[in-house]
């Protein structure tokens, strides 16, 4: 039920303290409209019971194990909630001068120079507004870096069929033409056909590592050597950091741009499409490019004692005047910040070593939780691999057995209380489950999960009918997604009795 079904006309939200403004008091008649718009009318009450309601029916991480592959849906700390909603960072103005905002303008600088610490890159731009944005930038400094050589001919990214699907959108929305290569069996890159892939004609190539497939690239340096070689860039899409903050660096593998989803490993729970931040960091030759504004520090200009905590440096946002070769702006105003400051509360709470943790614990999970599933018979895709912070198990077998496919597993972990992990994606494994415990699940919780496999293969032995039908206890049950997504209707429209009310 929408809350617009639930309204009465003239009720209002404070029946116990009414009061009656006019705000129509000063504005000319000819602006003001002659009808009423169309908004709910409700007391409170029903405004909060059915809201509540309404988030009582959401499958979140706040209730649920959510194991949802690529996507990291961990728990974030609620401090870094409260911190970066302080009543100071709420209240500025976009548009407030840089001297009136150095508190924030010093924890963007920090987390900048955090980042790049974390990914061995060069410079850090905090700009892009999602993972796909920082694509779409780090796709941009590329082309804008082989402009600037008059170097043109190149008109090429190269892109593993394992890839997010962002990957090759990306190259196409910067007007390059999209070269897949396959994967070998083991779920590294197919060397030869990169190789014959990679010419003059390459402006670069876009990897995952650890992949897409779950599994860390070993020939890494061959392939930067093969790309580099040929006057082409290295594209890391680093969504997912997990597995390897603190262990490894995008840049010490010889990557030349990097996107990282702070929504995904800094600390913002994500979901529904935002709001999120996908910071770009670039290796020396990109810095001109990065998109702007990014933050510079200037020391200063006096010395010595009694400065205060930061050396009495000032901050100031860069602009066009300082980086005339930037790829511009990619939105409004400065970046999400409130994602911003939660990432830079979230990396200064965990130091250096924290980070080191969330990669050992991230790792640890999905080992532990590959191995229970192997060994209570699952098909790991790429048993001979360690995983990262994720593994596929195929559904094939199964589905041969019973005709219960991936998709009817996933259904069934709803009534089980469980999340289901990413269905259909890598769509390299026929019936695969990409899943991704993260760092912070118990290991009862992945022992649960384990079990709950084991109920729902043995229910699709006996009474595949049960599982077909599933879920049962969702407020809905399993919907038509070809028809929500051919005729989406999102508009209400007020029915004879509604208006009536
Ligand atoms: C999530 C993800 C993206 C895209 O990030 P958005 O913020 O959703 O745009 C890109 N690549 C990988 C590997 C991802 O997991």
């Known amino acids: 039920m929408l809350i617009f079904e639930r309204s009465h006309t003239g009720r209002r939200n404070a029946a116990q303290a009414p009061h009656h403004a006019t705000i129509a008091d000063g504005i000319p008649a000819a602006l003001l409209r002659q009808d009423r718009p169309l908004l709910p009318e409700a007391s409170e009450m029903d405004v909060v019971r059915h809201y509540t309601r309404l988030s009582q029916k959401n499958f979140s991480i706040d209730t649920h194990f959510y194991p949802l592959g690529s996507c990291t849906m961990k728990y974030n700390p609620r401090a870094c909630n409260t911190l970066a909603m302080l009543p100071n960072f709420l209240a500025r103005h976009p548009l407030a001068p840089d001297s009136t905002g150095q508190g924030v303008l010093a924890c963007l600088y920090d987390l900048q120079e955090i980042l790049k610490d974390v990914t061995g ?53 910067c007007g390059y033409t999209v070269k897949e290569i396959p994967t070998d069996a083991n779920g590294d890159v197919d060397l030869d056909a990169l190789r014959a892939a990679t010419g003059p004609q390459t402006a670069g190539l876009m990897l995952t590592n650890p992949s897409t497939l779950g599994v860390f690239e070993k020939r890494i340096t061959d392939i930067q050597k093969i790309i580099h070689d040929a ?18 660096k995008p840049g010490d593998m010889g990557f030349d741009v990097i996107h990282m989803n702070l929504h995904k490993t800094f600390s913002t729970p994500h979901g529904g499409g935002g709001p999120g931040a996908g910071a770009v960091g670039v290796a020396q030759r990109l810095l001109p490019f990065l998109p702007l504004p990014v933050v510079e520090k200037l020391p200063s200009p006096l010395a010595g004692e009694g400065l205060g905590e930061r050396g009495g440096a000032t901050y100031r946002y860069l602009t066009e005047k300082d980086m005339p070769q930037s790829i511009g702006h990619l939105s409004a ?11 830079y509360v979230y990396a200064r709470m965990l130091g250096a070593e924290g980070m080191n ?20 018979g699952f098909t790991v895709a790429f048993p001979q691999r360690r995983a990262s912070h994720e593994f596929i198990v195929s559904m094939k077998p199964l589905k041969d057995a019973t005709g219960i496919s991936a998709m009817g597993v996933a259904k069934r972990l709803l009534d089980k209380g469980f999340h289901p992990p990413t269905t259909y994606f890598p769509m390299l494994v026929p019936e695969c489950l990409l899943i991704e415990p993260t760092e ?48 989406l209707d999102l508009t209400w429209k007020p029915t004879a009795s509604a208006s009536a009310a």
Do not use: C, W
């Open 121 to 173: 890159m060069a410079g850090v731009s905090l700009m892009p507004m999602a993972g796909a944005q920082g694509e779409f930038a780090g796709i941009a400094m590329m082309r804008a870096y082989h402009d600037a050589r008059n170097d043109t001919a190149r008109t090429e990214i190269i892109v593993p069929d394992a890839a997010h699907g962002t990957n090759p959108a990306t190259a196409v929305m």
């Open 231 to 248: 006057g082409g860039l290295l594209y890391y899409d680093g969504a997912n950091l997990n597995a390897i903050l603190g262990k490894v």
């Open 333 to 343: 105003f400065t970046g999400n910040i409130g994602i911003l400051l939660r990432a």
């Open 357 to 376: 943790r969330v990669a050992e614990f991230a790792t640890l999970n999905a080992n532990y939780l590959m191995a229970e599933l192997g060994k209570a």
């Open 440 to 487: 912070t699940e118990s290991k009862e919780t992945l022992d649960a999960f384990v079990n709950a496999m084991k109920e729902i293969r043995d229910e699709a032995h006996a009474t595949p009918e049960l599982v077909k039908g599933a879920p049962y206890t969702m407020p809905v049950r399993r919907l038509d997604d070809v028809k929500a997504a051919r005729e």
